[in-house]
């Protein structure tokens, strides 16, 4: 098999930083973890909170920790460091080579899409954000790792896309419509953002991350592997 990980990130118009974190960790056993954060508000703010929230849970993961108890402990960090007054959704995705699965982990109330054989599968059902109310846990689901799997993971500056203007996204049926036309992973994420960006005609209401893991058959026995980031400075 093999493993296409893309990642389509802006930020809120007129606001000098993110306030989004997605990060990337390999797994002791062998895959990896994908960490996407929205902390509270937008900027600095909730860069500091986003930022505090993946470094927990980062770190956890790299000590073999279970996916769900390192949400479990990210949301204790949250809710001590900041006496639950300020919340964050995160959304945990990994590749277990372990396990043979793809674990999904979910403390956002914008759904998991999974697309697999020409259907999509939406994960919707009711999740806090880390950080607020004691004993948060997150919505997990376990899937077989197979080729054909997409998953879309994305933050509600997406969701909330063109509601402002009027032009409000249906992010499920657009997702559904552009896995139909077999994107890859890169093309998929930038797809959905630039719909995001028309929506809002170019000045995003709030901060948008959009996170696509697609497994595929491998056709040639090539061990390489290639990381490529692109960032403005």
């Known amino acids: 098999m093999h493993l296409d990980v893309a990642v389509a990130k802006t930020r809120k118009y007129a606001t000098p930083e993110s306030g989004d974190t997605v990060e990337m960790i390999e797994r002791p056993g062998g895959g990896l973890s994908f960490i996407v954060v929205d902390g509270q508000r937008s900027g600095k703010s909730a860069k500091a909170i986003s930022n505090m929230v993946a470094r927990k849970a980062l770190t956890l993961l790299a000590e073999g920790v279970r996916d769900g108890a390192a949400a479990r402990a990210a949301h204790d960090y949250l809710y001590t460091h900041r006496s639950g007054k300020v919340s964050a959704t995160l959304n945990i995705v990994s590749v277990d080579l372990e396990s043979k699965t793809l674990v999904l982990s979910r403390n956002n109330h914008c759904p998991t899409l999974v697309g697999q054989n020409g259907q999509l599968q939406v994960f919707d059902e009711p999740s806090q954000p880390v950080g607020v109310h004691r004993g948060t846990k997150p919505i997990i ?8 799997i ?3 993971i994305f933050t509600d500056g997406l969701s909330a896309a ?8 249906n ?11 077999q994107l890859n992973a890169h093309d998929l994420a930038q797809a959905l953002l630039q719909q995001a960006l028309t929506a809002d005609q170019q000045r995003p209401a709030d901060d948008i991350s959009i996170l696509v893991v697609a497994v595929s058959a491998r056709e040639q026995s090539v061990d390489t592997r290639w990381l490529q980031v692109s960032m403005p400075l």
């Open 141 to 148: 689901h376990e899937l077989p790792l197979a080729p054909g």
């Open 150 to 152: 997409t998953v879309v």
């Open 162 to 169: 063109g509601e402002r203007t009027g032009q409000p996204l």
């Open 171 to 181: 992010v499920p049926e657009l997702v559904r419509e552009l896995i139909g036309q």
